[in-house]
């Protein structure tokens, strides 16, 4: 009987294990075939392990990178009386997402032209409480010299014509492999909540839609971004006021 246990809980870990590295052992099927792409990228599918190997180094990128944003954060909420950053997620492009950049940018459709050509395959989203938060963790991060800023798009100086706000930096940060050591890029957007709030209803309602009455539909989400920028700025002017020597240290 407990052997019988052993092996259930066995195979269960091992299909826990499967799932998170997206294989099905049961079918066969790889990350790819569920991937469901289309067919003009049929070719890419002889990838699939090669992709799946790809994809992990990734997700080690991202592991990396977070762990550094944690550390700073955890060591800032102990020297001051509260924590710059609210909040962090992230995400593995979507491999269809993947192969439609490449295709959109004329570039190569394989293993190492996604290597080479695409900045953003690993994305992390900082979630900060203030504007002036969000340049002190991009420094903070910036100036780790295992970190090399490979570019800097600032979002917040210069909001998109409709009105997107956020601070984008592509690192690049050394991973140690069984193989060696392996630079990989990663995208970090750093935004303030409220940048956060409208970028994510803005996607969800409208980025890379076709929209009706897009002109008005337009319009409003601009308002919207705008009020909220406002908004951002009157809690930093607050917080100036309430802290005019900035945080104050335990
Ligand atoms: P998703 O669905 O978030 O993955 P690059 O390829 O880096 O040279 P790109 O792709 O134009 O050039 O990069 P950029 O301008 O730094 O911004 C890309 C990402 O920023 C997008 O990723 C979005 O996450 C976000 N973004 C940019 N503009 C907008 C916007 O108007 N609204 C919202 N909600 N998000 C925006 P993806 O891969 O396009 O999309």
């Known amino acids: 009987m407990l052997i019988v246990v052993m092996k259930q809980n066995t195979l269960q870990k091992e299909r826990r294990e499967e799932g998170f590295q997206h294989m099905e052992k049961n079918t066969g099927r790889t990350f790819l075939e569920n991937a469901q792409i289309p067919e003009d990228f049929g070719a890419f599918m002889e990838y699939g392990k090669e992709f799946e190997a790809l994809i992990m180094r990734y997700k080690c990128a991202i592991r990396e990178v977070q762990t550094k944003l944690e550390v700073l954060n955890d060591e800032l909420s102990v020297k001051t009386n509260r924590n710059p950053i609210s909040g962090i ?14 295709k959109r940018q004329n570039c190569e459709i394989s293993i190492e032209s996604i290597y080479e050509n695409l900045n953003d395959v690993a994305g992390i989203r900082v979630i900060c409480s203030f504007i002036d938060d969000i340049y002190a963790v991009a420094n903070m991060l910036a100036v780790q010299d295992d970190i090399k800023v490979i570019r800097v798009k600032d979002y917040i100086k210069n909001p998109k014509p409709g009105g997107y706000r956020s601070y984008h930096m592509i690192v690049e940060i050394p991973v140690f492999f069984s193989d060696g050591k392996q630079d990989i890029r990663v995208e970090v957007q ?11 209803l803005e996607h969800q309602l409208r980025y890379k839609k076709d929209v009706q009455n897009n002109e008005e539909i337009a319009y409003r989400l601009k308002e919207c ?5 406002s908004v951002d700025q009157e809690m930093q002017e607050i917080r100036k006021i309430m802290y005019p020597n900035g945080d104050v240290d335990r």
């Open 225 to 229: 971004a705008d009020n909220i920028s």
């Open 190 to 200: 750093i935004r303030t909540i409220a940048m956060d709030f409208w970028a994510s």
């Open 89 to 102: 997620k992230s995400r593995i492009k979507k491999p269809v997402s993947i192969l439609e950049k490449l």
